[in-house]
């Protein structure tokens, strides 16, 4: 939670009390990583605060919160994600998310990553997204009978 009240206080301008959030985020996510405890948590939070980090021109930072976060989502299987299961056992909390959430946090990871990459000369600095198997089979997080939208080039 946080990290979202950080992100909040950079949007509303509040450098006060976004100092003291960014500490107390950066000791809570130091604690997650360290504990290997609310990795789904982890994950969206390492998100955000990779974000925050690139907002503030603080690219090196922000990497870093990425590199961990890419690291982190494919170490607990969340690029091989199916319908029916989730291919690995881990002491987190992953009885409390069905695969969409699952997918949703992993797609979460990539597109933030994506973003960052191919945006103010990232690309050389950020590798391509690899997986230990070499190919993503998580689906997109969509609604079942939600129809998947198309795209046509050209």
């Known amino acids: 939670m946080s990290a979202i009240y950080l992100l909040g206080c950079f949007f509303a301008r509040i450098p006060k ?52 976060a890419k690291r982190i989502s494919t170490d607990i299987g969340l690029d091989q994600i199916t ?8 002491p987190f909390d992953s009885a409390s998310y069905n695969w969409q959430e699952k997918a949703a946090i992993f797609w979460q990871v990539v597109m933030v990553e994506k973003f960052w990459s191919s945006s103010n000369d990232f690309c050389e600095a950020l590798p391509d997204f690899e997986t230990p198997n070499g190919y993503i089979t998580t689906p997109l997080p969509v609604q079942d009978g939600v129809e998947l939208v198309r795209i046509h080039l050209f």
């Open 83 to 90: 319908h029916s299961d989730f291919p690995f056992e881990f």
């Open 17 to 68: 009390l976004e100092n003291r959030l960014l500490e107390q985020t950066q000791h809570e996510v130091a604690r997650a990583l360290h504990n290997q405890e609310q990795l789904m948590d982890l994950l969206q939070a390492l998100c955000l605060l990779a974000q925050y980090f690139f907002f503030n021109n603080r690219a090196m930072e922000g990497k870093l919160q990425l590199k961990s």
